[in-house]
């Protein structure tokens, strides 16, 4: 179970990963699921957000490139098509089982860059699918042996959807009234048109070369990408500058100590803590 009072993004802290502030969304204490319909969903959705956030435009801070572009595209509209397929209404009969009814699986995820991620973008869009990925873990329909309803599909699609309207407006230049419509997909015309230098300032346009001891082989991926049984991961914790730790290390009560000593709630004083450092590069 992860060490937090939150259920914040989790640092996957493992070697060289941990030092390049990898990932996983936050499954609490619900490690797996007697639902295939979430299981399929939470690898499906994990392991796409780990093959977008392992392109170079993560290193970036500059607007992403058509590629990404296309892939949270073709993200969106295969996740809402699962989500719409699957999803049963709740005025319609779910489907029972009787006999067979399944063991259940231990979560899987895919551990990916982001806390010392340059594409802001990235890291935000990242951070919502993260955020939907913890929602299906932790949702109450894992104990359902077939089915997932309408409003499992809206709670955990809800992140998605966000992630596209944002992409839509912020680098499409498409009205909110316009993304947020019923129906509503980038076209063809849309991606042969994008071009976000016609309305970014100079400033977002232009970038220094990140470090470049972080990338990764393809065989060096490869444990990750095959996906990591949550049951098999090491005890987690949130990115050392989670608030929570912050405030804690900070605080008594409600009042900011101060100098070398703060003052604790009866009005006596306590050595000011130590701040721990973020880690090193």
Do not use: C
Request: net charge negative; charged share 20%; hydrophobic share 40%.
């Amino acid at each position: 179970m992860p060490i937090t009072n939150t259920d914040a993004v989790l640092w996957y802290n493992v070697g060289e990963f941990g030092k390049a502030g990898y990932a996983v969304p936050n499954w609490s204490n619900d490690v797996g699921s007697l639902n295939p319909q979430i299981l399929d969903w939470t690898y499906l959705v994990g392991r796409n957000l780990f093959h977008i956030m392992h392109h170079e435009d993560a290193d970036l801070r500059i607007p992403p490139s058509i590629n990404t572009a296309k892939r949270i595209h073709k993200l969106y509209i295969r996740a809402a098509n699962i989500l719409a397929g699957r999803a049963v209404p709740p005025g319609e009969n779910n489907m029972e089982v009787i006999h067979a009814r399944p063991a259940g699986e231990a979560f899987r995820v895919f551990p990916v860059p982001f806390f010392l991620v340059r594409n802001q973008f990235m890291r935000r869009w990242a951070e919502l699918i993260l955020m939907s990925l913890a929602e299906a873990m932790q949702h109450t329909e894992n104990r359902k042996s077939l089915e997932i309803s309408t409003a499992f599909a809206g709670q955990v699609g809800q992140y998605i959807k966000r992630v596209y309207i944002n992409m839509a407006i912020e680098l499409f230049g498409k009205t909110r009234a316009e993304a947020t419509a019923d129906g509503f997909a980038l076209t063809d015309a849309d991606f042969s048109a994008y071009n976000p230098g016609d309305f970014f300032t100079q400033t977002e346009m232009v970038d220094t070369v990140p470090r470049l001891d972080r990338v990764f082989t393809e065989d060096r991926l490869e444990v990750l990408a095959e996906g990591i049984a949550i049951t098999e991961l090491p005890e987690l914790k949130p990115w050392p500058t989670n608030l929570t730790q912050y405030y804690s290390g900070t605080r008594t009560d409600a009042t900011m100590s101060g100098g070398t000593t703060g003052t604790t709630g009866n009005g006596s004083s306590a050595a000011a803590p130590i701040i721990p450092p973020a880690p090193g590069p």
